[in-house]
Structure formats: C-alpha cells, structure tokens
Nanobody, 130 residues
Framework: QVQLVESGGGLVQPGGSLRLSCAAS????????IGWFRQVPGKEREAVSC???????YYVNSVKGRFTISRDNAKNTVFLQMNSLSPDDTAVYYC????????????????????????WGKGTLVTVSS
C-alpha cells in the first residue's frame, strides 16, 4: 500500500495562490527524494520542484521565486506553496517519490528521464483563470 495522494488543487485567479499537499502512506517520505510535476494536455509531464534525499530543494526556472516546496515529516506530507500564479501554471500537478535522487533543475526536466521513479500520485488539477 505504497502510495501518494495529492490534494489542494482548484480554480484560482491570476496572481492568486494555492497550496498543494502530497500525503504519503506505506513508506516514510523523509527517506525518499520527492518532487512535484505538472502536465498540460497534449504536452509532456515536467518537473517543477523537488527535495533530494538529503533535504535540498530545487526548482525549475519558471517557478523560482514563486513556488516553495516544504514538508512536515510528522504528517508524512510534502507541500507546494504556489504564489503569483498565471494561466501558464494551469496543469494537473503530481507528486512522485523515489529512493534515489532525481534532477529537477536545468533544461532536461521532462517526463522521459523520470519514467523510472517508483511512486506517483494520481494528480490534482490547478486551473488559473479569470
């Protein structure tokens, strides 16, 4: 019963904020690398932000300064605080975890390089629109 469950998505106006949650069960999240991904219909899933197994946080350039990844080990939950949202942020957001680190910075941040990640959530929809 190893799984991740995302929540917190919804409709928000441009410039607004949302906080996504990713609750882990069946394993201890603090022992894993974990990241947030997003996908727009017709496009490849891409990385957004991640924690390494040593607790270092990374972000893709498009969200730096706007998004913050955090975690509550007692709740076995990882969060993504999203501020200053724009329509370009509209996507299904997924969390994923693996026992080994995976990159989420640089230019090659699209799904093919993440296909071996062990655990994926089902996603939560974020819609940014006026």
């Amino acid at each position: 019963q190893v799984q991740l469950v995302e929540s917190g998505g919804g409709l928000v106006q441009p410039g607004g904020s949302l906080r996504l949650s990713c609750a882990a069960s069946g394993f201890t999240l603090g022992d894993y690398a974990i990241g947030w991904f997003r996908q727009v219909p017709g496009k490849e899933r891409e990385a957004v932000s991640c924690f390494t197994t040593t607790g270092n946080a990374y972000y893709v350039n498009s969200v730096k300064g706007r998004f913050t990844i955090s975690r509550d080990n007692a709740k076995n939950t990882v969060f993504l605080q999203m501020n200053s949202l724009s329509p370009d942020d509209t996507a299904v957001y997924y969390c994923a975890a693996d026992r080994f680190d995976f990159p989420c910075s640089g230019t090659d941040t699209y799904y093919p390089r993440y296909k071996h990640i062990e655990v994926w959530g089902k996603g939560t929809l974020v819609t940014v629109s006026s």
